[in-house]
């Protein structure tokens, strides 16, 4: 308690919290279009076999590092309102289950999926950080500091994570289509 995080704030809530929503909205998302609406080929297999492998390892690299720094933003200013960014990537996820029950996506690439959402998840994660340091500050100047000191440990590991994850979905549709 002394760190002000208390046991309500901390970081393990928040990723019991992100887990248990991650993997009930895909899951539930998922069965909801296999059952009512209709699985589907997946896009990003269709997206990457129309690029040279360089051109889709870099549009994969800053379509998913856009959308993590978007999400973050959220996490930072509330770990509430990341919840949002969690459920909004998780359907991704839901699609690409209901595609695979349905047989339309190759299972390698469901793992990808998976990965991927994990490495969303666990980053958010990280940034929920920048939050419960500034609870700690007094000041302005104080959360100033605080955030662009978190911001600077995450960027590059978050720009390298989501860069080795675009080469990995790239290679493994060249490979397993």
């Excluded at 490495?119 to 994660?125: E, M, P």
Aim: with cysteine.
């Amino acid at each position: 308690m002394a760190s002000g995080m208390g046991r309500r704030g901390g970081l393990l809530f928040w990723f019991i919290i992100y887990e248990m929503v991650s993997w009930l909205v895909a899951a539930v998302s998922g069965f909801i279009t296999l059952r009512f609406g209709h699985a589907r080929p997946v896009e990003s297999i269709g997206f990457i076999f129309s690029r040279d492998p360089l051109n889709a390892v870099v549009c994969t690299w800053l379509s998913n590092t856009s959308s993590f720094f978007l999400g973050a933003v959220l996490v930072i200013i509330n770990p509430f309102l990341g919840l949002l960014s969690v459920a909004y990537l998780s359907l991704s996820l839901g699609d690409l289950l209901a595609s695979w029950l349905a047989g339309y996506c190759p299972t390698p690439h469901l793992i990808y999926g998976v990965v991927e959402t994990q490495a969303y998840v666990l980053l958010w994660l990280l940034a929920v950080r920048t939050y419960l340091s500034q609870r700690l500050c007094g000041g302005l100047t104080c959360r100033w500091l605080s955030t662009v000191s978190q911001v600077k440990r995450l960027l590059p590991l978050a720009t390298a994570s989501f860069l080795v994850l675009a080469a990995v979905e790239v290679a493994e549709v060249l490979t397993y289509g």
